[in-house]
């Protein structure tokens, strides 16, 4: 119960006050932290003279040695903060909303939209190549909003949801494993020979762990778009999830970015271009509206916004039925 009401006020602050730069100055943002964890663990144990199955091996190790690491740390913390009484709870809520990202998310793909109008397709490549990691510089301007698009729908998943729901769950300690592993997923999650085998059990364990997470983000986009777009599209962006997520390579990211291209009928992914190699994948939604344009990442944004408000309004209803139950 405790946790509810702290992720309660974290996404209010969270919403409110997002994750302003200024506040990491003069210390470093945790993910940042996270990523440096990774970064050594990297560098450490991924030698180009390992054979496959010792990449794979040292990468299990790794990631293990890292979400214990992460586990314990959010175990002290939690400690303190109770040790440490109002202030304590305070801090919590602070940390929390630190690490969920709904304002700082909605900014950054905003920007993409302002900078398509005021500087162009040069703008656009420019803003979206912040938040993705395929080449920008392949993209027109159909392809930067897709790209847009399909990040605010895929991290609404793994940037608000999926942290919320470990936080909720585990406290702390699920929190800060959760963002450690997510990171690495970012990081050394990927099929180039250089990850393939070190990345393995990060990108598995990232799979397993954002598989409610992705499931519950789709439906909170339908509701969403129920809100602000009518009954019709929300029919169509539950229903666009349930038929086109399987099209997407990731097991989860299907279903965010499939819904929310039901919400807006517009055809997201398809063919794209990632450090020079073109990965073919079929359209989600490919009936929907192919040339798309700011207004459409404009829509998007309403919609995200609106499931954020559903996710956070069910978390009191959640509160008060364990208070009826138990």
Same mark, same amino acid.
């Given at each position: 119960?405790?946790?509810?009401?702290?992720?309660?006020?974290?996404?209010?602050?969270?919403?409110?006050?997002?994750?302003? !730069?200024?506040?990491?100055?003069?210390?470093?943002?945790?993910? %940042?932290?996270?990523?440096?964890?990774?970064?050594?663990?990297?560098?450490?144990?991924?030698? &180009?003279?390992?054979?496959?199955?010792?990449?794979?091996?040292?990468?299990?190790?790794?990631?293990?040695?890292?979400?214990?690491?992460?586990?314990?740390?959010?175990?002290?913390?939690?400690?303190?903060?109770?040790?440490?009484?109002?202030?304590?709870?305070?801090?919590?809520?602070?940390?929390?909303?630190?690490?969920?990202?709904?304002?700082?998310?909605?900014?950054?793909?905003?920007?993409?939209?302002?900078?398509?109008?005021? !500087?162009?397709? +040069?703008?656009?490549?420019?803003?979206?190549?912040?938040? %993705?990691?395929?080449?920008?510089?392949?993209?027109?301007?159909?392809?930067?909003?897709?790209?847009?698009? !399909?990040?605010?729908?895929?991290?609404?998943?793994?940037?608000?949801?999926?942290?919320?729901?470990?936080?909720?769950?585990?406290?702390?300690?699920?929190?800060?494993?959760?963002?450690?592993?997510?990171?690495?997923?970012?990081?050394?999650?990927?099929?180039?020979?250089?990850?393939?085998?070190?990345?393995?059990?990060?990108?598995?364990?990232?799979?397993?762990?954002?598989?409610?997470?992705?499931?519950?983000?789709?439906?909170?986009?339908?509701?969403?778009?129920?809100?602000?777009?009518? &009954?019709?599209?929300?029919?169509?962006?539950?229903?666009?999830?349930?038929?086109?997520?399987?099209?997407?390579?990731?097991?989860?990211?299907?279903?965010?970015?499939?819904?929310?291209?039901?919400?807006?009928?517009?055809?997201?992914?398809?063919?794209?271009?990632?450090?020079?190699?073109?990965?073919?994948?079929?359209?989600?939604?490919?009936?929907?509206? &192919?040339?798309?344009?700011?207004?459409?990442?404009?829509?998007?944004?309403? +919609?995200?916004?609106?499931?954020?408000?559903?996710?956070?309004?069910?978390?009191?209803?959640?509160?008060?039925?364990?208070?009826?139950?138990?």
């Amino acid at each position: 119960m405790y946790t509810l009401y702290v992720l309660f006020l974290a996404l209010l602050v969270d919403r409110a006050v997002g994750d302003p !730069e200024s506040a990491w100055s003069h210390i470093p943002h945790p993910v %940042v932290l996270f990523g440096k964890a990774v970064a050594f663990c990297e560098r450490q144990f991924n030698h &180009k003279g390992l054979s496959e199955r010792d990449r794979r091996a040292y990468g299990i190790m790794a990631i293990l040695a890292l979400l214990i690491a992460s586990v314990m740390a959010g175990i002290l913390m939690s400690r303190l903060f109770v040790y440490a009484g109002f202030f304590g709870i305070v801090a919590e809520i602070i940390v929390v909303a630190v690490l969920l990202a709904q304002k700082s998310l909605a900014d950054h793909v905003s920007a993409v939209a302002g900078a398509l109008r005021k !500087e162009g397709i +040069v703008g656009g490549r420019k803003a979206v190549s912040m938040i %993705v990691g395929r080449d920008s510089n392949t993209l027109d301007r159909a392809g930067v909003c897709r790209a847009a698009i !399909e990040s605010l729908a895929e991290n609404f998943s793994d940037g608000v949801i999926a942290p919320a729901l470990f936080y909720a769950v585990f406290g702390l300690p699920g929190l800060f494993a959760y963002k450690m592993l997510n990171t690495a997923d970012s990081m050394i999650g990927h099929m180039t020979p250089r990850y393939r085998q070190f990345g393995w059990a990060s990108a598995k364990l990232d799979d397993l762990a954002n598989w409610p997470a992705a499931r519950l983000s789709a439906v909170m986009i339908a509701l969403g778009t129920w809100f602000r777009r009518g &009954k019709p599209s929300a029919r169509q962006s539950i229903s666009v999830a349930l038929r086109d997520h399987g099209l997407h390579r990731s097991p989860n990211s299907g279903w965010p970015e499939s819904a929310m291209a039901g919400s807006l009928d517009v055809a997201l992914a398809g063919p794209r271009t990632y450090a020079g190699e073109e990965v073919m994948e079929p359209m989600q939604n490919s009936a929907g509206r &192919k040339n798309i344009g700011p207004a459409d990442i404009d829509s998007a944004i309403e +919609v995200f916004w609106a499931a954020c408000s559903t996710f956070t309004a069910l978390v009191p209803v959640v509160v008060l039925v364990l208070i009826l139950v138990f």
